[in-house]
């Protein structure tokens, strides 16, 4: 039973993230996903769209995540490993060499998977708040 464990934000959930869960969860056959509370957000100067509990939830009713546990601090990352009898941590390429990653190497197997080209978070959020309001049929159009 190899158990995999990854950590992100998760906001506005997309297909990059799904590739990535998808990809983890194939490195294994367990998937706990530490995705950050709102209070570690801010300390890592990220403002997310949907709060803690919706990030979860919707983590929950993804196929390959198995257990979804909070992401407090930078410093949890050696002890969720013990307690949850990790295997191996996988990131995104984003995260390869980080010293915030690199020194699991000491308590499991880490690995960073390519990321996904062509979509994050911050990329839909600018291009929904770029997107002019449709002047659709249910609109009376300014006249
Ligand atoms: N990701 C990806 N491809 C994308 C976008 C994201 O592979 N196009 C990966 C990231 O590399 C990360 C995971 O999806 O492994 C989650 O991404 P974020 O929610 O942006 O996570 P991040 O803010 O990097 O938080 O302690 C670590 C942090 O909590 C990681």
Redesign the pocket.
């Known amino acids: 039973m190899k158990r995999v464990l990854?950590?992100?934000?998760?906001?506005l959930l997309?297909?990059?993230?799904i590739?990535?869960?998808k990809r983890a969860k194939a490195l294994g056959d367990y998937l706990v996903v530490?995705?950050?509370t709102d209070d570690?957000?801010e300390i890592?100067g990220?403002k997310a769209y949907h709060n803690f509990e919706t990030r979860k939830m919707m983590l929950e009713a993804v196929r390959y995540v198995d257990l979804v546990i909070p992401?407090e601090n930078?410093e949890q990352?050696i002890d969720d490993v013990k307690k949850y009898d990790i295997d191996i941590v996988?990131?995104?390429?984003?995260?390869a060499g980080s010293d915030?990653?690199d020194y699991l190497k000491d308590y499991c197997e880490v690995v960073y998977?390519?990321?996904?080209?062509?979509?994050?978070?911050t990329q839909i959020k600018e291009e929904l708040n770029l997107q002019e309001p449709q002047n659709g049929i249910n609109q009376i159009p300014n006249t």
């Open positions: 990854t950590y992100g934000t998760f906001d997309h297909y990059g993230h590739n990535l869960l530490a995705v950050s570690f957000n890592k990220k992401e930078w990352k996988v990131m995104g390429s984003d995260w915030k990653f998977l390519p990321r996904t080209e062509g979509v994050s978070t």
